[in-house]
């Protein structure tokens, strides 16, 4: 399993550390706004479905609609995919 935080306004990902908020403190103090960010983990070894899960403490807003560690909204998921998709699937 990858760590990962995906910047979705700006298209940016940050992988591969111990916590979620290690990714999420090096994107805000690029530049990121947080309403932008979301946590989620990749499973190279998987493929389909399995291979992005979308859980992360840093996920929990219910001030944006999301009181789970999981994302809830499609249109995120679909931003993340997007990112993953440009800088690692393709």
Request: charged content about 30%; glycine content about 6%.
């Amino acid at each position: 399993m990858v760590k990962c935080v995906a910047d979705v306004d700006k298209q940016l990902l940050a992988i591969d550390a111990d916590l979620h908020a290690d990714l999420e403190r090096l994107l805000l103090d690029n530049g990121s706004e947080q309403s932008a960010l979301w946590g989620f983990n990749l499973y190279p070894e998987e493929s389909g479905d399995g291979f992005i899960e979308y859980d992360s403490l840093i996920n929990i807003r219910s001030w944006q609609g999301n009181p789970s560690r999981d994302i809830l909204d499609a249109q995120i998921r679909e931003k993340i995919q997007a990112v993953v998709k440009r800088y690692i699937t393709e």
